[in-house]
């Protein structure tokens, strides 16, 4: 039986724990066994793969990422408008916080209320009782009129990655990987000495050129590669998530095994393994460049998002529209007047009809040429 990678503990079946390589938080499906000990996966997956999903989270959340279990958390983000507003993982959004303002419109005034539900917008409304006990609170909770509406800003996401606890984390996928591959993880001693030592950093990020030689168009793909070769006595890796953030990994500068070359790479919005060619045609110099950021364009990372968000505003669209599409049909149902299982009159047809139509419209004048 092997040790365990990091903490050296020999591993039984009592102790061995099933990795991911890539981890699920982010949509990485494929486990092995054999590489670290129970201990050793439970913290460092609290440690670091918690700080490197939370830091990919915007991502997980506009790509709709499936996990095992569990989905990913709500985010906050900044509107250009100046707002926040909450993106959820089943998809759409609502404002961050309650808040309220009054409308005069030809001398009548309304209370424009904005909230996640209409049962946060009446505690509002009780709230405001405290302060006006003359307002006739009962009368205004009834009118309540709720309304959709979407909004105008663009979300700004904060794409920064980066620190020790990620580096960490996706140093560990390239160390799992040449595990995988019969590559003991003793003699990987540059990831050994960063992983379990806080060695200096062996990873840099690296968009100089594109590394997978077969690229599928448009897909946010995860990848993790490893390339040894004896010659140059280099053993290196390259992970990549979401086909933006990329980065090269030195495992090992004392290669002495046999040439090999292996990649694990999936659609996470699928959950579909891919199969890549991906080359690391890197010397020492490079890599040593790449640690001192010589081989990151923002520019370019800019145009690998900019390649996979096309993804993205698909999916949410076609998810938008079937949630305005079903929530329209059962608000028109629950309020045309007709119980379940009857058969409805005109009357209650054309009120069906009506409503259904209110509902939609906000989604439809969304798409209505300006
Ligand atoms: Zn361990």
């Known amino acids: 039986m092997d040790l365990c990678s990091l903490c050296e503990i020999k591993l039984t079946t009592e102790n061995d724990s099933r990795e991911h390589i890539i981890p699920n938080s982010i949509g990485g499906r494929r486990k092995i066994k054999g590489f670290l000990c129970q201990n050793c996966n439970s913290t460092t997956g609290a440690e670091w793969d918690t700080e490197l999903s939370k830091q990919l989270n915007p991502l997980c959340l506009i790509f709709f990422i499936q996990r095992e279990r569990g989905s990913p958390p709500s985010q906050t983000f900044k509107t250009t408008e100046g707002r926040s507003l909450t993106l959820h993982s089943k998809g759409g959004m609502s404002p961050a916080k309650v808040s309220f303002e009054e409308v005069t419109v030809d001398g009548k005034s309304s209370i424009r209320i904005f909230a996640r539900d209409i049962k946060e917008a009446k505690s509002i409304l009780k709230g405001v009782k405290n302060k006006h006990p003359t307002i006739n609170i009962e009368q205004l909770v009834s009118d309540l009129l709720p309304t959709e509406e979407y909004h105008s800003g663009m979300l700004e996401f904060d794409l920064a990655f980066g620190g020790p606890k990620s580096g960490k984390a996706l140093v560990k996928s390239a160390l799992c990987l040449a595990h995988s591959a019969g590559v003991a993880s003793s003699s990987c001693e540059q990831a050994i000495e ?4 806080d060695g200096n950093p062996c990873f840099g990020y690296y968009n100089e050129q594109d590394l997978v030689e077969n690229r599928p168009l448009n897909i946010p793909l995860h990848c993790v590669a490893i390339q040894g070769d004896p010659d140059s006595g280099l053993l290196l890796g390259y992970v990549e998530y979401f086909g933006i953030q990329r980065m090269v990994v030195c495992l090992s500068e004392n ?14 919005v699928k959950g579909a393994e891919l199969s890549l060619n991906i080359r690391i045609p890197l010397n020492l110099k490079d890599v040593y460049a790449a640690y001192n950021y010589e081989k990151y364009d923002p520019i370019k990372m800019q145009q690998c998002f900019e390649a996979v968000i096309p993804v993205a505003l698909a999916m949410s669209e076609t998810r938008e529209r079937d949630r305005v599409i079903s929530e329209a049909v059962k608000f028109a149902f629950k309020n045309c007047g007709a119980n379940e299982g009857d058969l409805i009159t005109d009357a209650q047809y054309k009120k069906l009809c009506q409503l259904m139509a209110e509902k939609l419209a906000p989604y439809l004048l969304r798409h209505k040429q300006p």
């Open 255 to 268: 290669y002495v095994g046999s040439k090999i070359s292996k990649s694990y790479a999936i659609d996470p």
């Open 194 to 197: 960063y992983l379990r030592r």
